[in-house]
């Protein structure tokens, strides 16, 4: 018998399950997420899990965890300072696949080398250059590396890594480790992003080893990849762009093995995000493109998924432009004021009393702030930045007494941003209290904040609502909306060879929202979504019946659906996936790029042979360092040819190795 244990860390809470011999679920339970030390959040998780299941910690054979963390950054758009080597590129270069805006002025070096298609060298590389670049002692607390067409040559990529290494021991990130794919910013990007999650991830993965051996379980600790799989925690703290869609990704894993179901639309609703995928044939499907969260399209192999900024925990905008002005939600999480309000319920309730009684509402009205607790100032902090982190100290305070002009509130932003503060405002959490669908909270001070809230004008002079239950509705009809929104772009996606609209617009088409509505006049249309829906998170059976009956399909609100991606990290396997290549730069040359350069054979097959076996022994080694027994292995080929005067020439050829295994687990006599 083997109980295995699963962890989800998530940006609202952290969830736990105990899995019996991968058939039944025999305990689950969940605690808040607490940023300031992810310990706490995982350890009381944890902790009770065990005693709800009756079991001791060294009955448990496998540990894995599952987390969000990752794609919430890319999503907020947090992470930390780094710099990035751009070898053999121009600074044009950096305006391409979104690179520039996703360096948001953190230092960039560009420098001379990379190589050309062909694997041959470019350009020496500047060793000279990077050197002056690392003695200037950027603050960064890593670094992203990217070559042109390291893909097909590592070489500068892996000389670089190896100085960067050795004078400042901080992480760095090559993009030929991330993606065997070329387009060079693409990679770059990648490689960026990775970098600046090595610390999110760390801690992450720190906090729950420490965990694990404080509570005398020893068991291997293995985390959930993007596109559902397995791997190490090692590999995990070296790659954590890999975790992005991570929860996701074990959600989709949670959903088939919770309802069997063979064909679905899978909707998860976080207190960040709401990620959609389809379910075909059992199996998620595995975008070609790359992973694309928030504004970034990335290189990692992840599910097909859509990811947006709509959670539990959204922040609730008011609209102002135009006659009829509304409400959006998100992209941003912020701490519901109902939960804030367990903090300091006295000061939070006196404060949102006196802005409801006040003449005019205030934008800052509901809102608060405070420190994150057992976090530490750090350098470089500007006097404006250290002046609000004064004025904070380690109380509550109403956002509108700390923010006293247009540079308090962007150094604020960044406090947030880097994680130093949180920021707390009405979210649909919130709305959930007013209305009677929670009551996990404090509901009086989400009642009292929605009044406030509510008293706001839109565009044509009106409030926003006369109370805090019509308010309430406001916000829930608001999530209601976006969440068909993005069911319907990703149904529409899967059929995109049917229209010539894009997915977005096609979701927003009057006639197609007509058809929801039944229109009969003299043209009838109809309707519906033609798929199951399983809905999946703690707030699902609250918002998921009525989007349901809304977009008239069937939805499935399965049992344990709050830790669906909790399930999802124990009953995964390890798998491993490298690809590789062979160019033909001219007629009877055949190049297998290999990881220590390109190698020249004078027949095709001889050059795809060498190139298979070195991959199928790099995913097999892979695989075993993941802690996977009963490996087994596959490697497909995909060789583009030309006809050439009735002669078919061999033009480029890609090979894919994949390991798949069971998790290594620890049995107990």
Known sequence: ??????????????????????????????????????????????????????????????????TTLATNALVENQGERVALIYIGFTDADLDRS????????????????????????????????????????????????????????????RQAAAMVSDMTGLPVSCSHQLSAKLNGPKRALTALLNARLIGTIDRLIAKAHTVL???????????VRGDGALMSAQAARAHPIETILSGPAASLVGARWLTGVDTALVSDIGGTTTDVALLRNGRPAIDPSGAHVGAFQTMVEAVAMRTTGLGGDSQVHVMTEGLQGGLNLGPKRVVPVSLMATYDP???????????????????????????????????????????????????QPVGQIVRTRIDHRSLTQLINQGFVQVSGVTPSDAAHVLGLLDTWHTEAAGLALMSLARRRQGNGQCLAQNPTDMAQFIIDRLTAQTMSSLVEAAFQEDTNAFDAPPEALAKHELFHAGLNQHRGLVALSAHLNVDVVGLGASAPTYYPAIGKRLGCKMLLPEHAGVANAIGAVVGRVTLRKSGTVTSPSDGHYLAHLIQGPITFSEPEEALRALEAELRQTVVDQAQNSGAVDIQTTVSRDVQTAQIESRSMFVQATLTAEATGRPQITRQP
């Open 1 to 66: 018998m083997a109980l295995n244990l699963g962890i989800d860390t998530g940006g609202t809470y952290t969830d736990a399950v105990i899995v019996r011999d991968e058939t039944e679920v025999i305990a689950t339970a969940k605690s808040l997420t607490t940023r300031h030390d992810l310990a706490e959040g995982i350890g009381s998780a944890i902790r009770a899990v065990i005693e709800a299941a009756d079991i001791g910690p060294n009955d448990i054979s496998l540990a894995a965890l599952s």
């Open 98 to 157: 979104g690179l520039r805006e996703a360096l948001k002025g953190d230092p960039c070096l560009i420098m001379n080398g990379g190589h050309n298609h062909d694997g041959s060298e470019s350009t020496p590389l500047d060793l000279a250059a990077l050197q002056g670049f690392l003695d200037s002692q950027p603050l960064v607390t890593g670094f992203a590396i990217a070559s042109r067409f390291a893909t097909r040559n590592s070489a500068h990529e």
């Open 213 to 223: 051996e404080d509570l005398g379980i020893n068991a291997p600790l293995m985390v």
């Open 346 to 396: 006295e000061s939070i309730l006196r404060e949102l009393d006196l802005q409801t009684r006040s003449e005019a509402p205030s934008e800052h009205d509901g809102r608060f702030v405070r420190a994150v607790g057992g976090a530490m100032q750090p350098t470089g902090l500007s006097d404006r930045e250290a002046a609000l982190m004064d004025r904070i100290a380690d109380t509550v």
